[in-house]
Nanobody, 120 residues
């Protein structure tokens, strides 16, 4: 299984950007899906996570500006980024717990990351 993210790029402060991620390969079920980010010189940090039932949780720094959603039929997770700020500049990573079958616990997967640059 591989996670494939798309949607990064350059955006002006105050603008919007949408990131999407979906896994490729064969699996039974996706549990939690999340977005993390890593800014230059900083540790990777959670941005938002959404459970298989659709319950989201956000980092305080993005509450009210970012929205995470998922489409279980399409196996995609989307991060809608609104009112972006220069401090949102980072490499954004998709993360998911994916169950291969009904007998083993889910494994955690990371995408390669997509760069988001917010200009002031």
């Amino acid at each position: 299984v591989q996670l494939q993210a798309s949607g990064g790029g350059l955006v002006q402060a105050g603008g919007s950007l949408r990131l999407r991620c979906r896994p490729s390969g064969t699996f039974l079920r996706i549990e939690d899906m999340a977005w993390y980010r890593q800014a230059p010189g900083k540790q990777r940090a959670l941005v938002a996570v959404i459970t298989s039932g659709g319950e989201p949780t956000y980092a305080d720094s993005v509450k009210g500006r970012f929205s995470i959603s998922r489409d279980n039929a399409e196996n995609t997770v989307t991060l809608q980024m609104n009112s972006v700020k220069p401090e949102d500049t980072a490499v954004y990573y998709c993360n998911a717990d994916i169950r291969a079958d009904a007998w083993r616990p889910p494994l955690n997967y990371w995408g390669l990351g997509t760069l988001v640059t917010v200009s002031s």
